[in-house]
């Protein structure tokens, strides 16, 4: 049976005596990994400063990326900024990753949003150079995005053979890179090519459970040594369905675990059937208005299960 761990994202906080607070309240509830996501745009902090200030706040809690955009850092910087907090962490870095995908983060900042199949053939590469200079010694890489030469980085991280490497993934391609190079997978709703948003298609339990499937048969012989997680986008009762219903334009959640609707004991049931029916072990609050309405399940899971 897959352990039960609990995430949330936190974006911002009015002063850095308020971030240390949620920090630490998050980590006495329950909750095992605070996480921020990064983008150019919108009110949320920068990752690497907010949860170097997050891990010296807490003892236990991890850290970490829902996720990094791919296209904003060479891989080469994001290497040695992770080791560097893994290590001043004391190894409780959980690093996600993914292409980037926002168009206002790129129209913003003048940058190029090339197509899908470029960005995740971009990430891939970065794949590979983050774990070859988190190895042991030089590392050189010749790839079409990035080229290393003899590069022997330090620090090293704490956590061998590197940091858990989290991959979001919603589409089929990023979902096969997902079972091959990742440790944590958050099974997401794939994104429309052009950046602007979730693919209101790609939505409701069949389509959740069919990814489930793709990532099954594309991990093969490592799918047991995957953790596979989502991020819950809604919490609540019943009720609050039709008013989340009428004012939605994207995908149908119903029927899957990133909406968990009912009383404190009917949403510590449903996560108990995606764990135990799906292999769901890993689930990431989203927005922080849930909390009070989701701490109380944690705090029973994450000490019975």
């Not at 150079?129 to 010749?142: I, M, R, T």
């Not at 022997?152 to 704490?158: C, M, T």
């Not at 096969?176 to 339990?205: K, Q």
Request: include cysteine; charged fraction near 25%.
């Amino acid at each position: 049976m897959r352990r039960l761990r609990f995430g949330a994202v936190v974006r911002e906080a009015e002063s850095g005596r308020a971030w240390a607070e949620r920090a630490r309240r998050l980590e006495g509830a329950g909750f095992e990994v605070l996480l921020v996501p990064d983008h150019l745009v919108g009110a949320r902090f920068a990752p690497i400063a907010a949860l170097t200030a997050a891990a010296c706040a807490t003892s236990r809690l991890r850290v970490g990326t829902l996720v990094f955009a791919n296209d904003f850092r060479h891989p080469a910087v994001l290497a040695k900024e992770a080791a560097t907090l893994d290590l001043l962490s004391g190894g409780r870095l959980e690093l996600g990753i993914g292409t980037g995908w926002m168009a206002g983060d790129y129209a913003g900042a003048g940058l190029a949003l090339e197509p899908p199949g470029t960005r995740i053939d971009r990430l891939r590469e970065a794949l590979t150079v983050l774990k070859g200079l988190w190895a042991d010694g030089q590392f050189s890489f010749e790839g079409r995005h990035y080229r290393i030469r003899d590069l022997d980085q330090h620090p090293k991280p704490i956590r061998r053979p590197h940091p858990p490497l989290l991959l979001g993934a919603g589409g089929r391609r990023m979902l096969r890179l997902a079972a091959e190079e990742a440790d944590i997978v958050n099974i997401a709703t794939r994104v429309r090519p052009d950046g602007g948003g979730p693919d209101p298609r790609d939505g409701g339990r069949a389509a959740f459970l069919a990814k489930l499937d793709l990532l099954r048969t594309a991990a093969a012989g490592r799918y047991e040594r995957l953790e596979l997680g989502t991020s819950v986008l809604q919490v609540g009762e019943p009720a609050a369905r039709e008013s989340w219903s009428a004012a939605a334009d994207g995908p149908a959640l119903d029927g899957t675990p990133q909406a968990l609707l009912g009383t404190r004991h009917d949403l510590a049931e449903q996560i108990r059937y995606w764990r135990d029916e799906h292999d769901i072990s890993y689930f990431v609050l989203h927005h922080e208005r849930d909390l009070p309405a989701f701490t109380p399940v944690v705090e029973e899971l994450a000490t019975r299960g």
